[in-house]
């Protein structure tokens, strides 16, 4: 073995071996769709006395933490976003009323003296507040004495001996509980039942005690902070919650939930084993035709899949990601696009093994891999490009799927470059492999590329009926969507979707009359899959959802929620407005991109291609009534990925050709480089839609509308990548004055078009 071959298997053993390490001593992160839980996104408000900021979304983050962990909820997370969200999850809840009551209230507890009897002119006014008690008499009250803030500890306990049922004991920090001892001293001043001798205590502005100062209290003596009790007609519930409030402080800006996605753990546990399932049949079925169509090196590069899947899974595990549903079927997905680049090194091999018979096979496998270095780094940055931008403009799941996406590239690279290209040099070294064809699989040419070079059709002799066919498709595709419409997800329009699994089937129809008479006559219902339904609404809180499930259970029996998400209007046009945004810089970055790698001309065509397959495959999701939502974004900026690979893969081949025969036609360089790139756009098309197919297939109902977008995109992306990206570039070029590209020398200088190449025995010496 070479030195760098040593190399590289070193390198390749010492990273399996710790990735093995790792996948077997660590678990995976995973997110609330797959281990079931709630989800809530918050939204902090600006109030009278603060700004959301950075600095009071922090102090409202740790607020809610207290609240949180004295619900009792294992291992919740909590994390600011952007300057002014807060997002919540909590594992295995799968009834969000409590939560939500407990962590959006904002708990505004004060501390007021009683000025005597309210009137209706001063109720709700600040400077002469006019609040009702307990039993509904309006109380005067003064300004607040004292806040939550001042509350040191609060308890709730049953008081059997004195018949005050369920109270509240309060203990207040040192200075507060000074504060207090005044307030109730000069309570105390004035005579029994006077209604000045009462201090109300109020929350989020209505009155929840208003107790006497109690006989014994002397005046200007007051309460001491130990042995404060706040009475009412409190419930062992209301009285828990309160004392849960107080303890947990007041937050210091008022919340607003404006996500709230809740999934059963029944699901969550079906999806897994739907996606480990749809990833071993896929791989496995990748690898047998990848095995196929190379013989060895097929079966070696299969090796080098099974190690990226370790490399990958590991690398995720080690870095804390958080795996979510689409995250996951990101992970399914770049085992297929990893044959990428195994496949352009064979291809490209197999042209140098035919085009220099004499050559040894590990000469026209090292040449394979320096010729295909460059579209393999090219159709790979502009995957990562999609990745980025999943990530930085995608919110919830997305950001997941982004992550993993980017993992799954950068291991695939690994992968190919490196423990591939070790385990093809150490086999290409064999006699035996290099003596026998039909082993090692790159000394024969292929089906595909033997065809094709019989039959040499003219595919762009006339390149406009080809942008008349790709005409025609926008058009149909248009047509879908303004006479069908895009059907916008509960993300991007606001609303709440709910799943709910009966013990007895309940039809459609049936379901749709009973909320009827419930009265959620706007509720959307349909099907979703296994006799579940599907009911979507506007404005629907907790409590009005709790009474539509049982509203359902009336007529399904035993009733169970299976996923939940509610998104809050102004959260729907924002993400709404971030998926435009999201296409538009991917268009953008891929131009300036392709603009600086390649010639203007291509870049161009790229990104008008790349406009052809979006809205051929927004089309397709209108004729077929299916949802565009989050995910759907997803499936669209990897397609948008994978459009430019493939059509970064034919260019790279167009400008390599044309640098070698500079005077020839664009239109013949270009049909040349189509027919050489073919096999490897059919070959790496295969892998893929393996993949996706058992995804669709096995992946079950919450993947099934992901892989169809995926299947559609990739098929729609190899088409246009040959008979609309080239056909465009050619009528581009026909009004370019840019000279052709000019020729690479071996040590990375060009030429010009009368260059020569130098004899090697010639060593440039003149006389």
């Given at each position: 073995?070479?030195?760098?071959?040593?190399?590289?298997?070193?390198?390749?053993?010492?990273?399996?071996?710790?990735?093995?390490?790792?996948?077997?001593?660590?678990?995976?992160?995973?997110?609330?769709?797959?281990?079931?839980?709630?989800?809530?996104?918050?939204?902090?408000?600006?109030?009278?006395?603060?700004?959301?900021?950075?600095?009071?979304?922090?102090?409202?983050?740790?607020?809610?933490?207290?609240?949180?962990?004295?619900?009792?909820?294992?291992?919740?997370?909590?994390?600011?976003?952007?300057?002014?969200?807060?997002?919540?999850?909590?594992?295995?809840?799968?009834?969000?009323?409590?939560?939500?009551?407990?962590?959006?209230?904002?708990?505004?507890?004060?501390?007021?003296?009683?000025?005597?009897?309210?009137?209706?002119?001063?109720?709700?006014?600040?400077?002469?507040?006019?609040?009702?008690?307990?039993?509904?008499?309006?109380?005067?009250?003064?300004?607040?004495?004292?806040?939550?803030?001042?509350?040191?500890?609060?308890?709730?306990?049953?008081?059997?001996?004195?018949?005050?049922?369920?109270?509240?004991?309060?203990?207040?920090?040192?200075?507060?509980?000074?504060?207090?001892?005044?307030?109730?001293?000069?309570?105390?001043?004035?005579?029994?039942?006077?209604?000045?001798?009462?201090?109300?205590?109020?929350?989020?502005?209505?009155?929840?005690?208003?107790?006497?100062?109690?006989?014994?209290?002397?005046?200007?003596?007051?309460?001491?902070?130990?042995?404060?009790?706040?009475?009412?007609?409190?419930?062992?519930?209301?009285?828990?919650?309160?004392?849960?409030?107080?303890?947990?402080?007041?937050?210091?800006?008022?919340?607003?939930?404006?996500?709230?996605?809740?999934?059963?753990?029944?699901?969550?546990?079906?999806?897994?084993?739907?996606?480990?399932?749809?990833?071993l049949i896929g791989a496995a079925a990748t690898a047998l035709f990848i095995t196929?169509?190379?013989?060895?090196?097929?079966?070696?590069?299969?090796?080098?899949?099974?190690?990226?899947?370790?490399?990958?899974?590991?690398?995720?595990?080690?870095?804390?990601?958080?795996?979510?549903?689409?995250?996951?079927?990101?992970?399914?997905?770049?085992?297929?696009?990893?044959?990428?680049?195994?496949?352009?090194?064979?291809?490209?091999?197999?042209?140098e093994y035919a085009q220099r018979s004499g050559r040894p096979l590990r000469s026209?496998?090292?040449?394979?891999?320096?010729?295909?270095?460059?579209?393999?780094?090219?159709?790979?940055?502009?995957?990562?490009?999609?990745?980025?931008?999943?990530?930085?403009?995608?919110?919830?799941?997305?950001?997941?799927?982004?992550?993993?996406?980017?993992?799954?590239?950068?291991?695939?690279?690994?992968?190919?470059?490196?423990?591939?290209?070790?385990?093809?040099?150490?086999?290409?070294?064999?006699?035996?492999?290099?003596?026998?064809?039909?082993?090692?699989?790159?000394?024969?040419?292929?089906?595909?590329?033997?065809?094709?070079?019989?039959?040499?059709?003219?595919?762009?002799?006339?390149?406009?009926?080809?942008?008349?066919?790709?005409?025609?498709?926008?058009?149909?595709?248009?047509?879908?969507?303004?006479?069908?419409?895009?059907?916008?997800?509960?993300?991007?329009?606001?609303?709440?979707?709910?799943?709910?699994?009966?013990?007895?089937?309940?039809?459609?129809?049936?379901?749709?009359?009973?909320?009827?008479?419930?009265?959620?006559?706007?509720?959307?219902?349909?099907?979703?899959?296994?006799?579940?339904?599907?009911?979507?609404?506007?404005?629907?809180?907790?409590?009005?959802?709790?009474?539509?499930?049982?509203?359902?259970?009336?007529?399904?029996?035993?009733?169970?929620?299976?996923?939940?998400?509610?998104?809050?209007?102004?959260?729907?046009?924002?993400?709404?407005?971030?998926?435009?945004?999201?296409?538009?810089?991917?268009?953008?970055?891929?131009?300036?991109?392709?603009?600086?790698?390649?010639?203007?001309?291509?870049?161009?065509?790229?990104?008008?291609?790349?406009?052809?397959?979006?809205?051929?495959?927004?089309?397709?999701?209108?004729?077929?009534?299916?949802?565009?939502?989050?995910?759907?974004?997803?499936?669209?900026?990897?397609?948008?990925?994978?459009?430019?690979?493939?059509?970064?893969?034919?260019?790279?081949?167009?400008?390599?050709?044309?640098?070698?025969?500079?005077?020839?036609?664009?239109?013949?360089?270009?049909?040349?480089?189509?027919?050489?790139?073919?096999?490897?756009?059919?070959?790496?098309?295969?892998?893929?839609?393996?993949?996706?197919?058992?995804?669709?297939?096995?992946?079950?109902?919450?993947?099934?509308?992901?892989?169809?977008?995926?299947?559609?995109?990739?098929?729609?992306?190899?088409?246009?990548?040959?008979?609309?990206?080239?056909?465009?570039?050619?009528?581009?070029?026909?009004?370019?004055?840019?000279?052709?590209?000019?020729?690479?020398?071996?040590?990375?200088?060009?030429?010009?078009?009368?260059?020569?190449?130098?004899?090697?025995?010639?060593?440039?010496?003149?006389?």
């Amino acid at each position: 073995m070479t030195r760098a071959t040593t190399v590289r298997a070193v390198l390749a053993a010492a990273v399996l071996l710790v990735s093995v390490l790792i996948t077997l001593t660590m678990s995976p992160r995973l997110g609330l769709d797959l281990q079931g839980g709630t989800r809530m996104v918050l939204q902090a408000k600006d109030s009278a006395t603060a700004k959301a900021d950075r600095e009071s979304t922090d102090r409202t983050l740790e607020v809610l933490r207290r609240r949180i962990d004295s619900l009792g909820v294992a291992e919740p997370t909590l994390t600011r976003s952007g300057e002014d969200r807060i997002i919540v999850e909590l594992p295995d809840v799968q009834d969000p009323r409590k939560a939500a009551e407990v962590i959006g209230r904002t708990a505004q507890l004060s501390f007021h003296a009683v000025r005597g009897p309210g009137t209706e002119q001063e109720k709700g006014k600040a400077a002469g507040l006019s609040l009702p008690d307990e039993e509904g008499r309006l109380l005067a009250l003064g300004q607040a004495r004292l806040t939550g803030a001042g509350v040191k500890d609060a308890g709730a306990s049953f008081d059997a001996q004195q018949g005050a049922g369920w109270t509240v004991a309060l203990d207040f920090h040192k200075d507060a509980g000074r504060e207090w001892t005044r307030l109730t001293g000069e309570a105390a001043c004035h005579p029994a039942q006077d209604e000045r001798r009462r201090v109300a205590i109020v929350l989020d502005d209505r009155v929840i005690s208003s107790p006497q100062v109690a006989p014994s209290v002397g005046c200007s003596v007051g309460l001491p902070s130990g042995s404060t009790q706040i009475t009412g007609s409190f419930g062992a519930d209301e009285a828990r919650d309160l004392a849960l409030l107080i303890k947990g402080g007041a937050l210091p800006l008022p919340v607003e939930i404006v996500e709230q996605r809740t999934v059963g753990p029944t699901l969550g546990a079906a999806a897994i084993d739907a996606s480990v399932r749809a990833a071993l049949i896929g791989a496995a079925a990748t690898a047998l035709f990848i095995t196929f169509v190379y013989r060895l090196f097929g079966a070696l590069a299969a090796t080098a899949l099974a190690a990226y899947g370790v490399i990958s899974y590991a690398a995720l595990v080690a870095l804390g990601v958080t795996l979510t549903l689409p995250g996951l079927a990101g992970f399914v997905l770049a085992i297929g696009m990893a044959v990428d680049a195994n496949v352009l090194v064979f291809e490209r091999a197999r042209e140098e093994y035919a085009q220099r018979s004499g050559r040894p096979l590990r000469s026209a496998m090292t040449a394979g891999f320096r010729n295909a270095w460059s579209a393999v780094a090219d159709s790979n940055v502009t995957t990562l490009i999609a990745a980025g931008l999943l990530f930085f403009l995608g919110s919830g799941p997305v950001k997941g799927f982004g992550v993993t996406l980017a993992i799954g590239v950068l291991a695939s690279m690994f992968s190919a470059l490196v423990i591939a290209r070790a385990l093809t040099e150490i086999a290409s070294r064999s006699r035996f492999v290099g003596d026998y064809r039909g082993v090692n699989g790159i000394a024969r040419p292929g089906r595909v590329r033997t065809w094709l070079a019989r039959r040499d059709p003219q595919l762009f002799r006339s390149p406009r009926r080809w942008l008349l066919i790709s005409t025609v498709l926008i058009a149909v595709a248009g047509l879908g969507i303004v006479v069908r419409g895009v059907d916008l997800g509960v993300e991007f329009t606001g609303g709440r979707l709910v799943e709910y699994s009966t013990s007895r089937p309940v039809d459609v129809e049936t379901a749709r009359t009973v909320l009827a008479g419930a009265g959620f006559g706007d509720a959307e219902v349909t099907t979703a899959g296994a006799g579940d339904l599907s009911v979507r609404t506007g404005d629907l809180d907790n409590h009005e959802e709790h009474a539509l499930r049982a509203a359902l259970a009336e007529e399904g029996g035993d009733t169970t929620k299976v996923r939940d998400e509610l998104i809050g209007p102004s959260l729907g046009d924002e993400l709404r407005r971030n998926a435009i945004i999201a296409l538009a810089v991917a268009v953008l970055v891929q131009l300036a991109y392709l603009a600086v790698r390649f010639r203007w001309t291509f870049a161009l065509a790229s990104v008008a291609t790349l406009v052809h397959d979006v809205i051929l495959l927004v089309g397709a999701f209108a004729w077929l009534g299916r949802t565009v939502d989050g995910i759907f974004l997803a499936a669209l900026l990897t397609v948008i990925g994978y459009s430019v690979n493939d059509s970064v893969v034919v260019f790279d081949r167009v400008r390599e050709l044309w640098a070698k025969a500079r005077r020839e036609s664009v239109t013949t360089i270009a049909n040349r480089a189509v027919l050489q790139t073919v096999p490897r756009t059919v070959n790496t098309g295969m892998g893929a839609l393996f993949i996706l197919a058992a995804l669709a297939v096995l992946g079950g109902d919450s993947l099934e509308d992901f892989a169809l977008a995926l299947l559609i995109g990739i098929c729609v992306g190899t088409y246009s990548s040959v008979l609309t990206a080239v056909p465009v570039a050619l009528t581009l070029e026909k009004r370019a004055k840019t000279p052709p590209p000019a020729r690479k020398r071996a040590s990375g200088r060009t030429s010009g078009a009368g260059a020569r190449r130098r004899d090697p025995l010639d060593n440039g010496a003149r006389v």
